[in-house]
């Protein structure tokens, strides 16, 4: 199995397998960093949290007022969200360049992939996530989420097929939250 095959694999498994016994019952302050999911139109849609764990990230994302589907979901480099494109959240997390976007490409370097998230017939989506492509504090390599100029992290309206470039079609940015 080629590495980033084996990253897909953690990234399904996080999915499947964990559940919330697997986060600290009390993390530090330094362990943690969390964001507001904001709509294009302002409201708050729900919430990120991300936790520090060994080589990477545990992301639990809780949202709501969203399309029902499938859509991608991305680290982005800049800690900002002005709606209504959210464009000022740059691209993606990245520590080299060019980007070369896709979980599905064995070139792929784009630190900022996530697999996708499904939202409900309600509008709504609980799920959890393991990324082993960042980190907090930008540890083992990896680009740090909590970096000078932070980071967000953006729901797009459609779902990354893995591949596409520059963002997998993805789509418009429909969710944001900057990740503090």
């Not at 800049?78 to 990245?94: D, E, I, L, N, R």
Request: a negative charge.
């Amino acid at each position: 199995m080629s590495p980033r095959l084996r990253q897909i694999a953690v990234l399904a498994c996080g999915i499947a397998a964990l559940g919330t016994s697997a986060l600290p019952a009390r993390a530090h302050a330094a362990d943690t960093a969390s964001g507001t999911l904001m709509g294009t139109d302002g409201t708050a849609r729900g919430n990120v949290q991300v936790t520090a764990a060994p080589h990477g990230v545990i992301l639990r994302i809780t949202a709501q007022g969203l399309i029902p589907g499938w859509h991608g979901v991305h680290f982005h480099e800049k800690g900002s969200c002005g709606a209504p494109k959210f464009t000022s959240a740059g691209a993606h997390v990245h520590a080299t360049t060019p980007v070369v976007h896709g979980l599905l490409n064995a070139n792929a370097n784009d630190a900022g992939d996530l697999p996708n998230i499904f939202v409900g017939p309600d509008g709504s989506a609980t799920v959890e996530l393991y990324s082993t492509l960042v980190t907090l504090n930008g540890t083992d390599g990896h680009p740090g989420l909590l970096d000078a100029d932070g980071s967000s992290l953006v729901i797009h309206a459609n779902p990354d097929d893995y591949r596409s470039q520059p963002i997998g079609g993805a789509g418009d940015r429909v969710a944001c939250a900057v990740i503090k």
